[in-house]
Nanobody
Framework: QVQLVESGGGLVQAGGSLRLSCAAS????????MGWFRQAPGQERELVAT???????FYAESVRGRFTISRDNAKQTVSLQMNSLKPEDTAVYYC??????????????????WGQGTQVTVSS
């Protein structure tokens, strides 16, 4: 069983920055993707960014150029640096991990393990 623990959420003014981190435990080393999703009230969960085992990345159009995803395979961690935050970035952010794959899937259903979520609130 894999446990994911997110940290780094909070309240920030528009234009500010936050860094989210996620640590995975209970998993042996293997190829898997790590991603960040978010869900705002009344909306479906959506992909923010994903990164493959080899470091390949994909970003949602809405965050491209503002957010940066990175990972440390040895430490089993993934981070999301969020700059130039906007009120529409307000959501609960979830860390997620896939089963063994070399890819960086963009669909939530391909992620097997999920964190509990961390709230990000951007005030205008």
């Amino acid at each position: 069983q894999v446990q994911l623990v997110e940290s780094g959420g909070g309240l920030v003014q528009a234009g500010g920055s936050l860094r989210l981190s996620c640590a995975a435990s209970g998993r042996a080393s293997s190829n898997y993707a790590m991603g960040w999703f978010r869900q705002a009230p009344g909306q479906e969960r959506e992909l923010v960014a994903t990164i493959s085992w080899g470091g390949g990345t994909f970003y949602a159009e809405s965050v491209r150029g503002r957010f940066t995803i990175s990972r440390d395979n040895a430490k089993q961690t993934v981070s999301l640096q969020m700059n130039s935050l906007k009120p529409e970035d307000t959501a609960v952010y979830y860390c997620a991990v896939t089963a063994t794959t070399w890819n960086a899937p963009i669909r939530a259903r391909e992620y097997v393990y999920w964190g509990q979520g961390t709230q990000v609130t951007v005030s205008s």
